[in-house]
């Protein structure tokens, strides 16, 4: 199945274009935020500190998140949030000193918390777009888009804030939400209504706990929760460790960060386009293990690159590289969790996969955080590879039966040989 294939099924299009549109918003954000409150405040810590707290809200709001995206209709759910991220957004243009600083912690907490509801929503809609044997296929798309949407992000972030300041950031990145909120306002013809309109009735507490019994139920499900912790190690550690190494081995500077952080974006990209007619053939758990052990496999040639060279062009290479299995990791993870969790759970299940994500990460971090740059530096960058080598023999053999979808046979629900996803 080719791109433009997988774009034509009603109503992806529209999901795919959404998630390129927000993405590039956050990422535009992303870049010009933590330069502005540098600027307003004058301190790194306070800075690292504002991005620090996008993390608890995933963590804790997660599990409830998925209740709403099962218990609702996603194609109501979804342009609810998006117009709530647009309005949320719009107080950031009052601050215009530290003494305002509080509005932006009270913008990134509710933003963290609002996109914590639409990312599962998104993944458990795709899933009800496509029969199964294609799912492979459509999520390895929409990381692709994603993938595309960092690229493009970033660089219009940075522009935007030198030529319109923060404001014009801010009303670009509204601007994409409203667009998003207007694309999600008409329902797509295939995507069943769900929720309140077939009879649940919201519990939080119980209908998250019902979730958690459906992951505990599924083997693969708990199977691939652990490599999920294991990847979100890793590169939770590769956050920090990442620039310590450009820095002490390879003699770089911020810029060189910079440039080496983007150009895993192309190898993405490039990776999407090639592999979207392979991937749907590919059997998910073998691609998530194979993706995850040549992560690994680069992430150690990395690191022990400088003992032969310090050539910056090397590394380039190596990172537009990586930016392939990385793709391909998040493709064979979330069609495995999809594929496995049956649709009555499968936003609950998904908001748990992401919220373990965050929280392991942010334990990546403060652990990485903690070494020092010398042996402690070296030693820790082997073991951030090694993650990744554990996590691919944690994933060898995921596969099994997939749940049963609209009273079809799991096995006419997907082909003989199964697709895949992942994270990192």
Do not use: K
Request: glycine share 12%.
């Amino acid at each position: 199945m080719s791109l433009a294939a997988v774009l034509r099924r009603p109503g992806v299009g529209r999901l795919g274009l959404a998630g390129l549109l927000s993405e590039t918003g956050d990422w535009m954000l992303f870049i010009a935020l933590p330069l502005f409150v540098l600027d307003l405040t004058g301190s790194p810590l306070v800075t690292a500190s504002v991005f620090a707290l996008e993390l608890v809200p995933t963590v804790l709001a997660a599990p409830f998140a998925g209740v709403l995206v099962d218990r609702l209709d996603p194609w109501r759910l979804m342009p609810a949030v998006a117009t709530l991220q647009a309005l949320v957004l719009l107080p950031l243009l009052a601050v215009g000193s530290a003494r305002e600083l509080w509005i932006v912690l009270a913008v990134v907490v509710v933003e963290s918390v609002l996109s914590t509801v639409i990312e599962p929503c998104r993944s458990a809609t795709a899933a009800a777009l496509v029969p199964a044997g294609d799912l492979a296929a459509l999520n390895q798309v929409l990381a692709m888009l994603s993938s595309v949407a960092r690229f493009a992000g970033g660089p219009l972030g940075g522009l935007l804030l030198g030529l319109r300041g923060i404001d014009g950031v801010i009303l670009a990145d509204a601007g994409t939400f409203a667009v998003v909120a207007a694309l999600f306002a008409v329902r797509s013809p295939s995507a069943p209504a769900a929720g309140r309109e077939a009879g649940g009735r919201v519990r939080l507490v119980r209908d998250w706990a019902e979730g958690l019994a459906a992951i505990r139920r599924a083997p693969v499900l708990r199977r691939a929760l652990v490599v999920v912790a294991l990847a979100a190690l890793a590169q939770g550690a590769f956050v920090v460790l990442f620039v310590l190494f450009v820095v002490r081995d390879l003699g770089g500077s911020e810029a060189d960060v910079g440039i080496l952080r983007g150009v895993q974006a192309i190898g993405s990209i490039a990776g999407g386009v090639v592999l979207v007619a392979a991937i749907r053939r590919a059997d998910p758990g073998r691609l998530l293990s194979l993706s995850l052990a040549v992560i690994g496999v680069l992430s150690l040639l990395t690191w022990n690159g400088p003992r032969a060279t310090t050539e910056f062009g090397v590394y380039v290479v190596l990172f537009v590289a990586v930016g392939v299995p990385a793709l391909t990791v998040m493709t064979g993870l979330l069609t495995l969790v999809q594929t496995h969790a049956a649709p009555a759970v499968r936003g609950r299940v998904l908001s748990t996969v992401f919220a373990v994500f965050a929280g392991v990460q942010a334990l990546g971090m403060m652990v990485a955080g903690l070494v020092g740059t010398g042996a402690g530096l070296t030693t820790a960058l082997e073991v951030q590879g090694g993650l990744y080598l554990a996590a691919a023999l944690v994933a060898r053999g995921l596969a099994g039966r997939p749940v049963e979808e609209a009273g079809r046979p799991a096995a006419a629900a997907r082909p003989r040989i199964r697709p895949a996803r992942v994270a990192a």
